[in-house]
């Protein structure tokens, strides 16, 4: 089989999942959806390594191959074809992708078991792998377009899968609504684009862009900036990013599928898809790498006083991200990707341990509650534990490798971006920090009772309760199922967590400086146009990055260790010291205050305005009477003319002639 | 031009002007004796008692309108029949056709029962 | 004496280009003879089944025909096929078919008698198919009372309903005004360009005859004014929502379908390729009355509680965006047209098919009443009418949307841009009372707020109640289907039909 005939494989597969799921669950026994549908995803996956097989064999500078299912639309001047397009960097994704999700797949049977919407949930999680490989695979902004939408779709259904829960269906409007800004932002981009080059696929495009467009053309940077709208509005960046830590209120492997290794990191490829475009805007770029910057530190320190277990992985997810934005951004597209791909690794590696403990909590997500776990999960503990390391970027661990080489380019660019990377540091810094925070404060100090009884052999069983409102909850569908699970009593679980623990410690192994360089390699003839090609920081400098990363990691661990398994009245102290920090801090920066004021009341007050003086005033008191007023005025408006007499239409029809007449007797003379 | 009309129109000045003069011939030569008798409406019989508001049956003017129709229809075989030789087969078919549509109207007309007085 | 025998020679006829219009009109004839008989069978199967058979032919022959490029001339100086004159007599053909499906339970059958109501019906048929191919403008006319005459029967079906007998005669009166204003406009343009041969039309236009001459203008602002009554464009469409309503419902859906697609083929033939020369001087004229048309038909179709006085305002608008793509006069303008005629007709026979259904066992009638739950009741018509109230709004992965974007691309390239957005606000005005049927077939307990009408039951005159007899209705819920299944086909999978409007395109060579 040809390359492009395993990329429609790789689509076909989760689709076909999907559907089965979707139109079978009522035959479909036990737990066979999930099962059903994590062998699609395998599938996706198997394909996905036989086009990377494919790929390998065939020469470097073939690797970009399309090919075209249909014409979808061709008239004059525009075209769109359902067409997927396999090159490296599109196969590189779904492979991550579809991995990553074939293990959270395997992980959901079991964490989703009691749940009444079990085969629900998995046909969702079979669509949203479909769209995800959709946005992946598309060849042009059309199809790039629909996948864009259905991830977007997807993600606001597994948000809300608890249906029943107001917070969780809040959650999920929330979502929904700012990703369609950042829809209808790449939708204007793709216009504009449109509009210039009068091409819609990416080759056509990128051929046509440097002919053009000058550089930082006006209409481009606009273009550009478009697609930034669209692109932070997935992945979650300043400003659009109020919708992420919400979106914890989805189930578990929801966020580590999702909200952490997938759909967020969608912005960081279409940005480095579209490279050549940010290239020859390099105003836009710098846009895209301050404001990247901005957000890893931003939400660094917010995750570093949240007390939602989830929410300070989430807002460690955005500033990842962060780290993945600005490398992009600034070319370092090889190290942009490595670290996509060993933060979905160790992001959803964490977000599993999470589920776990939140299971053994019986649905309490609050760190302030929780403590010990060391000895009654030990599974949970060390693949935690690794995941954490990672994120930490802990000397040999992946995420050590693939942060600093960002950082190291940063620096080696210079000027503006040498500032930016050392924000990266003292953000790294941070990370270390609040990594080590969660580890220590769930695993380390006091057991906590659930803990001592999890260690007596027993699962805690606690109320079913909304653990954001404390609201008491059934277990019927639309609220999560009776049972809680841990990792340590279900092999699927183990199963998934273990091979992420693994390629946490061991993918650093694609990318050390000086010694291996795989991935950046295997990328190559995707960027290989690209200007910054040349640009590389030497080796020794990168090694002197890595110490510098290094050092700064252990500094902060054993800091956060000192603080959080030292003496707790010290760490009161401290926090009564800081308070106006912390209040700032646990307040998100009173980002979510700032748009209430700055959008939300306004908005609400101008429809306040339309609705007291507008409507009430104007509308009912001058016209017939509110909205159904104007309706009934029009109405009676077409049916006084419409009076069904022979004669008035006869009327009207002569008025019609002498009209059109008149007219033309006018233009002729 | 206008000169190949110039019999048509001595034609019509001249068939015009017969039917005037017969008209008015007989009022402006004859002997005129009126009486009660003569000036009815028969001169035998009974005299008729139509209103004015009197109504024909529908029928009336359906059978009308069928003879009307199918009458006028004929008329347009005699130009053809005038000019066949000239132009041969192709309006021999054309004419058979014809007829036969005519016949086909006439065959549903019949059947459905137009033609009887309802 | 011998010059005139000259003239009368018999013209030169391409008898295969023919053969479809003799297959229908032969089809008229027989189904005419055939109906004469009495028996359960012949009225109720065999006469149908004739006046199918006489559609399918006629369409493999209108397929064997199918050649892209120039006109050719079957009955010259008359008649002249090109794809353009196909793909509009295909269109016909399909909407026959589907009439005659949805007729076949219909007692307006059994009232007119089913041979007259087929041969009628196929007459109307020859009748566009006549005007698509017109080459000349009296055989245009003739098309144009050819398909007329019937269709003033047709309407007044329901011989022994005062409503239906309504319907017809203001039908006959208003379309007789129409065909007065239409003829007396040809007779101005044949004043004008001394020709009655669109070609010699187009020659002459701009050249012996200059484009601001006030006689070629008065002529063709009357014939404007005659065709766009037919297209049920305003301000001539105030019959429209009458006729539509009074008219049985499957002679509605034919008129609302076939009768526009004859009138825009005609009316493309006539402006962008006889009078495509003063294209500048009736340009802004058409634009208008298409801003008026997409205004009036959606803020008419807002507030109406019956099905097919809703779909009549909404085929006003559609017509007001049908006109918009003969507005620019281009290659383009004529595809986009040609495309979203077609989409018009699945997206119409499947609404309509619905409403037939529906009518036939509801209390209400066709109010929008005899739609509620019935995505519970019957998923099968609840679907078809769903997919044909999206595809009528413009929704994505329907025909209808391919269409208006077509034709809004069409707008935008001829320089028309403020057309387009038009277009735009007129369909987004057009889905409230589009969602509005689908809120009611989905969501039962949805109460509709419409403003109370005095009520215009169809009450019999005499004889039986109507239509009491049909329950299960399989042909009107396969005609549903198909077309519904065919708005999604060609929504999700254009390009055949994306290749055979190119072909269209190249009917009228001098268009850019």
């Not at chain 1, 000086?514 to 040349?534: I, K, N, Q, W």
């Not at chain 1, 603080?563 to 102290?573: E, L, M």
């Not at chain 1, 305005?609 to 009912?620: D, H, K, L, Y």
């Not at chain 3, 003799?22 to 004839?29: D, E, H, K, M, Q």
């Amino acid at each position: 089989m040809s390359a492009t005939a395993y990329g429609w494989v790789v689509l076909a597969a989760p689709l076909v999942g999907m559907l089965i799921i979707a139109l079978g669950w009522r035959v479909l026994p036990g737990r066979s959806a999930g099962w059903l549908g994590s062998a699609a995803i395998g599938v996706s996956f198997l394909a996905s390594v036989g086009m990377l097989i494919r790929l390998l064999d065939s020469p470097e500078e073939s690797r970009a191959l399309v090919s075209s299912a249909y014409n979808y639309v061709e008239t004059a001047g525009f075209r769109a074809d359902l067409s997927i397009l396999v090159d490296p960097l599109s196969v590189f994704m779904c492979l991550v992708v579809s991995g990553v999700s074939f293990l959270i797949h395997l992980y959901s049977i079991s964490y989703m078991t009691s749940d009444q919407g079990f085969a629900r949930f998995f046909a969702y999680l079979n669509f949203f792998v479909f769209s995800m490989l959709l946005l992946i695979l598309a060849a042009n902004f059309v199809l790039l377009l629909v996948g864009w939408a259905f991830v977007g779709a997807a993600s606001y259904l597994l948000i809300s899968f608890w249906y029943r829960r107001g917070t969780a269906t809040a959650a999920g409007i929330k979502a929904f609504v700012i990703n369609v800004i950042g829809d209808v932002g790449l939708v204007i981009g793709a216009f504009l684009l449109f509009d210039a080059t009068g091409a819609l696929d990416y080759a056509g495009i990128f051929a046509a862009a440097p002919e053009v467009f000058a550089e930082n053309d006006g209409k481009l940077v606009a273009a550009c900036l478009m697609i930034l709208v669209g692109a932070f509005a997935k992945s979650a960046q300043l400003p659009l990013h109020t919708w992420l830590p919400d979106a914890m209120e989805g189930p578990t492997p929801v966020s580590a599928l999702i909200h952490a290794a997938t759909m967020v990191t969608a912005g960081v490829y279409l940005i480095a898809r579209c490279h050549p475009l940010f290239e020859l805007a390099p105003t836009a770029a710098d846009v895209g790498a301050i404001l990247g910057t901005a957000t890893l530190i931003f939400a660094a320190s917010v995750a570093l006083a949240a007390t939602d277990l989830k929410r300070v992985i989430a807002y460690s997810t955005m500033s990842q991200i962060g780290y993945m934005v600005l490398g992009v951004s600034i070319g370092a597209y090889g190290a942009g990707l490595f670290h996509l791909m060993t933060h979905a690794f160790f992001k959803a590696l964490l977000f599993m341990g999470a589920g776990s403990v939140i299971g053994a909590m019986s649905g309490i997500q609050s760190l302030d509650r929780m403590g010990g776990f060391r000895k009654a999960m030990p599974f949970t503990f060390v693949t935690f534990t690794i995941g954490a390391l990672a994120l930490a970027s802990f000397p040999l661990f992946s995420g050590f490798f693939s942060k600093d080489e960002i950082l190291a380019y940063a620096l080696e660019r210079g000027g503006l971006y040498a500032i930016l990377g050392v924000v990266g540091y003292i953000a790294a810094l941070l990370t270390a920090f609040y990594a080590g925070r969660m580890v220590f404060r769930v695993f380390f100090g006091a057991s906590v009772p659930e803990a001592q009884e999890l260690e007596r052999g027993q699962l805690a069983h606690g109320t079913h309760a909304n653990p954001a409102t404390g609201e008491e909850e059934d277990t019927d569908v639309g609220f999560p199922g009776a049972e809680h699970h841990i990792a340590e009593r279900e092999w699927p679980m183990k199963a998934a967590m273990a091979p992420l623990a693994l390629l946490a410690v061991v993918a650093g192994v694609l990318g050390i400086p000086g010694v291996t360089d795989t991935l950046e390699h295997f990328l190559e003839p995707t960027f290989e146009g690209s200007r910054f090609a040349e640009v590389h920081p030497s080796t020794s400098a990168e090694l002197i990055g890595l110490a510098v990363g290094g050092v700064v990691a252990i500094i902060a661990l054993a800091a956060a260790y000192r603080y959080f398994t030292g003496d707790p009245q010290a760490r009161v102290a401290t926090r009564e010291r800081f308070a106006g920090v912390h209040r700032v801090l646990i307040n998100k920066w009173y980002f979510d205050e700032i748009f209430d004021r700055a959008i939300v009341r306004p908005v609400a007050a101008f429809g306040r305005f339309g609705r007291t003086v507008v409507e009430s005033a104007i509308v009912q008191g001058v016209l017939v009477g509110g909205t159904v007023g104007i309706v009934r005025a029009g109405t009676s408006l077409a049916r006084s003319i419409q009076t069904g007499e022979l004669r008035f239409y006869a009327a009207l029809l002569l008025m019609g002639v002498s009209g059109l007449i008149l007219y033309f007797l006018l233009v002729s003379s | 031009m206008l000169k190949s009309y110039l019999p048509a129109l001595v034609f019509l000045v001249l068939g015009v002007g017969v039917g005037v003069a017969f008209t008015f011939a007989n009022s402006l030569l004859g002997p005129k004796r009126p009486s009660k008798v003569k000036s009815e409406p028969y001169e035998s019989g009974l005299p008729s008692d139509v209103r004015k508001s009197f109504r024909f049956g529908v029928s009336f003017y359906l059978v009308a309108m069928l003879f009307i129709l199918f009458d006028i229809e004929v008329v347009f075989l005699y130009p053809i029949a005038v000019r066949l030789e000239e132009v041969g087969t192709f309006a021999l078919i054309e004419t058979v056709v014809f007829i036969v549509l005519l016949a086909i109207a006439f065959v549903h007309v019949w059947r459905r029962g137009a033609l009887e007085w309802k | 004496m011998i010059e005139l025998a000259q003239v009368v020679q018999a013209p030169k006829i391409d008898y295969q280009g023919l053969a479809p219009l003799f297959s229908t009109i032969g089809g008229s004839l027989a189904v005419l003879m055939i109906g004469l008989f009495r028996g359960r069978f012949v009225q109720r199967t065999l006469v149908p089944a004739v006046a199918a058979l006489a559609l399918l032919v006629a369409m493999g022959m209108t397929i064997a025909n199918w050649e892209a490029g120039d006109s050719r001339p079957i009955i010259e100086g008359a008649l002249a096929i090109d794809t353009l004159a196909l793909f509009m007599s295909m269109l016909f053909y399909v909407t026959g078919l589907a009439t005659v499906a949805l007729s076949l339970r219909s007692d307006v059958q059994r009232e007119v008698g089913a041979g007259e109501y087929m041969a009628l019906l196929l007459g109307a048929i020859s009748g566009m198919v006549v005007l698509a191919g017109a080459e000349n403008m009296v055989t245009l006319f003739v098309g144009f009372e050819l398909l007329s005459i019937p269709l003033y029967v047709l309407s007044a079906g329901y011989v022994r309903r005062a409503h239906s007998l309504e319907a017809g005669l203001k039908y006959l009166v208003v379309g007789s005004v129409g065909s007065a204003t239409l003829l007396y406009g040809l007779a101005l343009l044949y004043g004008a360009t001394g020709s009655t041969d669109f070609r010699a039309m187009a020659i002459a236009i701009g050249d012996t005859v200059a484009v601001t001459d006030p006689l070629l203008l008065t002529g063709v602002a009357l014939a404007a004014t005659g065709l766009a009554f037919k297209a049920s464009v305003a301000p001539f469409h105030q019959w429209t929502p009458d006729v539509y309503e009074g008219a049985p419902t499957p002679i509605t859906s034919f008129m609302a379908v076939a009768t526009k697609v004859a009138a825009f083929a005609v009316t493309l033939r006539l402006f962008d390729y006889a009078l495509s020369d003063a294209q500048v001087q009736w340009g802004p004229a058409l634009a208008a009355l298409a801003t008026v048309t997409i205004v009036i038909g959606n803020a008419g179709a807002i507030a109406q509680s019956s099905l097919k006085r809703m779909l009549a305002w909404s085929g006003v608008a559609q017509a007001g965006y049908l006109l918009a793509g003969v507005v620019v006069g281009t290659q383009l303008g004529l595809q986009a047209t040609a495309f979203y005629l077609a989409a018009y007709l699945f997206m119409n026979v499947a609404a309509f098919a619905v409403v037939i259904a529906c009518e036939r066992v509801s209390e209400h009638g066709d109010g929008i009443e005899s739609l509620r739950d019935l995505g519970r009741a019957s998923p099968l018509l609840a679907w078809p009418m769903t997919i044909a109230m999206l595809a009528l709004a413009g929704f994505p992965a329907t025909a209808g949307f391919i269409g208006k974007f077509y034709l809004i691309e069409a707008v935008v390239a001829g320089d028309y841009a403020w057309l387009g957005i038009v277009i735009v606000v007129g369909s987004m005005i057009s889905l409230v009372y589009y969602l509005r049927v689908i809120a009611v077939m989905w969501m039962g307990r949805f109460e509709v707020e419409l403003p109370s009408f005095p009520p215009r039951r169809v009450k019999a005159v005499a004889g039986r109640s109507p239509e009491a007899d049909a329950r299960a209705q399989p042909e009107v819920a396969s005609v549903a289907i198909l077309a519904a299944a065919a708005t999604i086909f060609f929504g999700i999978v254009p390009s055949p039909l994306f290749d055979l409007v190119s072909d269209v395109g190249t009917s009228f060579g001098g268009l850019v």
